[in-house]
């Protein structure tokens, strides 16, 4: 995370609620608590309560059933450091209809804003660890870095486009105030209804 | 115990279309023959717990899905089952490789056995315990009792001699 990025997270998920069309989107943490109220789509997936870090191995599982649908994953640094070895498994089954918006704040935001292991302050080295070079060094091909909004307006159409799996690293600005993520309603029932969108629609 | 193509012919029976696997050196034999398969797809991991949400992935697009897994691996991947199968109680299966049961030669002491079954009653689940060659076939009805009621179940295949 760079600390002058004024970017934040609601900005970035209105850009995509605004070019977002029949992806199916799954969400989790503090991207769960935005995205919940900014879209309600029947292909919206509020991963609340999750396993930690499983998003992108949930996604995984969905773009290998569904090859013809789009599936968007979003998740946190502190989610993405909980289940590295994915980068690989991803790049190595390759989905081509995979997109995971990896929103990196630095923080695990939902907790109480404690710093990740991966920023400066926390390393011996002093040094940031750079997820869209982590990502490379995965196998992924199609990987953007993004901590500008217009920048992020001009390609997000895209990275929800290019031949997959894409990996976009969107640097953003911690939510002081951001708090917990809330299901929406029974886990099983929304589950249960998320599925049945996705094999009718 | 038994060889690849027993263990596709049971998972044909069983209809599953994928298998999201991570191997051991029993489960490991049977990659060969999973691969093989053109109507079972193997879905290799990196670490157990990816296993299950992928899985659950897997399930929720319309497939079906099995996990196969070592013992330890279990134990590593608790919180992503338990959010699958419990939180959002999806019927998902696993098979699972119980290390060292029939032989302590390589790990005299495996805790192991001490653990694999109190911890499979512990997070509730329903299995079937495949010990000697003739109960392979318990693996199938189990599978297909656990999807008619609509819970997760498991088939514990002890390991540790061919």
Redesign the interface.
């Known amino acids: 995370m760079t600390a002058e990025t004024n970017m934040t997270l609601i900005d970035c998920l209105n850009v995509l609620k605004e070019v977002r069309r029949d992806e199916a989107v799954i969400s989790v943490m503090g991207t769960a608590r935005e995205w919940s109220s900014l879209s309600s789509h029947p292909l919206d997936f509020i991963y609340v309560p999750s396993s930690m870090g499983q998003a992108t191995s949930l996604g995984l599982g969905i773009a290998m059933a569904q090859p013809n649908r789009r599936v968007v994953v979003c998740q946190g640094d502190g989610s993405m450091l909980m289940n590295l070895g994915s980068l690989v498994t991803l790049s190595a089954h390759a989905p081509r209809n995979l997109t995971v918006l990896l929103f990196d704040n630095g923080v695990y935001e939902v907790t109480g804003i404690q710093k990740t292991l991966a920023t400066p302050e926390l390393r011996k080295d002093q040094q940031s660890v750079n997820y869209a070079e982590m990502a490379k060094a995965c196998g992924f091909s199609t990987v953007f870095e993004i901590d500008e909004l217009d920048t992020w307006k001009q390609s997000a159409r895209e990275c929800l486009d290019a031949e997959g799996p894409v990996f976009v690293v969107l640097k953003t600005a911690p939510m002081l105030d951001g708090g917990g993520p809330k299901s929406p309603g029974p886990a099983a029932q929304r589950i249960r209804d998320f599925a049945e969108a996705l094999q009718s629609q | 115990m038994f060889t690849g193509q027993q263990i596709v012919g049971e998972f044909r029976r069983m209809g599953i279309t994928?298998v999201?696997f991570l191997p051991d050196s029993t489960l490991g034999l049977w990659e060969e023959a999973m691969n093989d398969a053109d109507d079972i797809?193997v879905?290799?991991?990196?670490?157990e717990?990816?296993?299950?949400?992928?899985?659950?992935?897997?399930?929720?697009?319309?497939?079906q899905?099995l996990v196969m897994i070592q013992c330890t691996g279990l134990f590593e991947s608790g919180?992503?089952l338990?959010?699958?199968v419990h939180?959002?109680?999806?019927p998902l299966f696993g098979v699972i490789g119980y290390r060292s049961y029939l032989s302590q030669a390589s790990i005299p002491g495996d805790t192991c056995l001490t653990f694999t079954e109190p911890i499979l009653k512990a997070w509730n689940l329903d299995y079937c315990f495949i010990d000697t060659p003739e109960k392979l076939n318990m693996m199938a009805d189990h599978y297909q009792s656990c999807q008619q009621s609509d819970q997760p179940g498991i088939a514990l295949i002890a390991e540790g001699k061919a």
């Open positions: 994928h999201v797809e879905v290799r991991v990196c670490r717990g990816e296993a299950w949400a992928i899985a659950a992935g897997l399930y929720l697009g319309g497939k899905p919180d992503a338990r959010n699958v939180d959002y109680k999806l």
